[in-house]
C-alpha cells in the first residue's frame, strides 16, 4: 500500500515526484491524508492501477483510494488518471474534508467510478469558477452588516443561498499577513478553525453583532453563492 502523510514538510525540490512519479501499481490501497502541504497530486502521473489486495477501512467501508483531509489540495486529477483501474468491484473511493478542493475536479473521478465515490466537505473554503458579488459594508457601535449584489439572474434558479465567512487577524492597528495557505504551525492564523460562518437564502445583505464580531479586531470576510449541482 501507498500511504502519504507529510504535516509540515514540504515538496519544492520535487521529490516526492522524483519517488513516485514512476509508480504504475499499487498492489493494496492508496492514502493521502492530512498532507497539508500538497497542492496537487501530480507524483501520481503514471498511477493507472490500485490492486486492493489490502484495503483501508473506515466507517464500514473498504476504501482503495482515500484522499482525506489535504487543506490545501487544489487538483486531484493527474496524468494517467483516466486509465486508473480499481482491481476489486467492492472496492471505494473517498475523498473528503480537502477545504480548497472544487467539485470539478471530484467530477473527474466521479466519471471514472461513478458508483464507488463517496465525498463531503470539500472546497468549504475555495473560490471556485469565480464571479464578483460587490461586497461592501456599513458599520455603527454596535452591529456590522455585510451587503453584495444578487447573482445573474440566468444563475437564480440553481442558487441554493450564500455562505457568509468570518475571520478575526488581528488587533485593530496592528499589522499582520494572511498566509495564503493553511499553516499548521500557526492553526489560529487562517486555518479552518479560525474561521466561522453562517449559510442563509436569498438575501444580499446579513448584519453582526459584537458578540459575533469582538470590537477592536480587524475582521476579514468572505461571501460565496451557492448553488445546486
Same mark, same amino acid.
Given at each position: 500500500?501507498?500511504?502519504?502523510?507529510?504535516?509540515?514538510?514540504?515538496?519544492?525540490?520535487?521529490?516526492?515526484? /522524483?519517488? @513516485?512519479?514512476?509508480?504504475?501499481?499499487?498492489? %493494496?490501497?492508496? &492514502?493521502?491524508?492530512? $498532507?497539508?502541504? #500538497?497542492?496537487? !497530486? /501530480?507524483? @501520481?502521473?503514471?498511477?493507472?492501477?490500485?490492486? %486492493?489486495?489490502? &484495503?483501508?477501512?473506515? $466507517?464500514?467501508? #473498504?476504501?482503495? !483510494?482515500?484522499?482525506?483531509?489535504?487543506?490545501?489540495?487544489?487538483?486531484?486529477?493527474?496524468?494517467?488518471?483516466?486509465?486508473?483501474? #480499481?482491481?476489486?468491484?467492492?472496492?471505494?473511493?473517498?475523498?473528503?474534508?480537502?477545504?480548497?478542493?472544487?467539485?470539478?475536479?471530484?467530477?473527474?473521478?466521479?466519471?471514472?467510478?461513478?458508483?464507488?465515490?463517496?465525498?463531503?466537505?470539500?472546497?468549504?473554503?475555495?473560490?471556485?469558477?469565480?464571479?464578483?458579488?460587490?461586497?461592501?459594508?456599513?458599520?455603527?457601535?454596535?452591529?456590522?452588516?455585510?451587503?453584495?449584489?444578487?447573482?445573474?439572474?440566468?444563475?437564480?434558479?440553481?442558487?441554493?443561498?450564500?455562505?457568509?465567512?468570518?475571520?478575526?487577524?488581528?488587533?485593530?492597528?496592528?499589522?499582520?499577513?494572511?498566509?495564503?495557505?493553511?499553516?499548521?504551525?500557526?492553526?489560529?492564523?487562517?486555518?479552518?478553525?479560525?474561521?466561522?460562518?453562517?449559510?442563509?437564502?436569498?438575501?444580499?445583505?446579513?448584519?453582526?453583532?459584537?458578540?459575533?464580531?469582538?470590537?477592536?479586531?480587524?475582521?476579514?470576510?468572505?461571501?460565496?453563492?451557492?448553488?445546486?449541482?
Amino acid at each position: 500500500s501507498l500511504t502519504i502523510k507529510i504535516l509540515r514538510d514540504s515538496d519544492k525540490d520535487g521529490k516526492l515526484k /522524483d519517488y @513516485l512519479g514512476s509508480v504504475e501499481r499499487v498492489d %493494496g490501497y492508496v &492514502l493521502i491524508a492530512n $498532507s497539508h502541504m #500538497l497542492l496537487e !497530486l /501530480d507524483f @501520481l502521473d503514471n498511477l493507472t492501477l490500485i490492486n %486492493g489486495d489490502t &484495503l483501508w477501512t473506515f $466507517s464500514g467501508l #473498504l476504501y482503495g !483510494l482515500a484522499i482525506v483531509g489535504n487543506r490545501n489540495l487544489k487538483s486531484i486529477t493527474w496524468k494517467a488518471l483516466k486509465r486508473l483501474r #480499481l482491481g476489486r468491484p467492492d472496492m471505494n473511493v473517498v475523498i473528503a474534508q480537502n477545504y480548497l478542493l472544487c467539485q470539478d475536479e471530484i467530477d473527474e473521478v466521479k466519471k471514472l467510478f461513478p458508483c464507488a465515490v463517496n465525498d463531503s466537505e470539500n472546497g468549504i473554503l475555495a473560490v471556485c469558477n469565480p464571479g464578483h458579488l460587490n461586497l461592501t459594508y456599513s458599520q455603527t457601535n454596535f452591529t456590522t452588516t455585510l451587503m453584495w449584489d444578487a447573482v445573474p439572474v440566468d444563475n437564480q434558479s440553481s442558487l441554493i443561498g450564500y455562505q457568509i465567512f468570518w475571520h478575526r487577524v488581528g488587533i485593530v492597528g496592528s499589522t499582520y499577513s494572511l498566509p495564503e495557505q493553511y499553516d499548521d504551525s500557526n492553526p489560529e492564523r487562517c486555518s479552518n478553525s479560525g474561521w466561522q460562518f453562517v449559510t442563509i437564502e436569498n438575501m444580499t445583505s446579513y448584519r453582526l453583532d459584537d458578540e459575533m464580531l469582538p470590537p477592536w479586531n480587524t475582521t476579514v470576510f468572505q461571501v460565496r453563492a451557492e448553488y445546486a449541482e
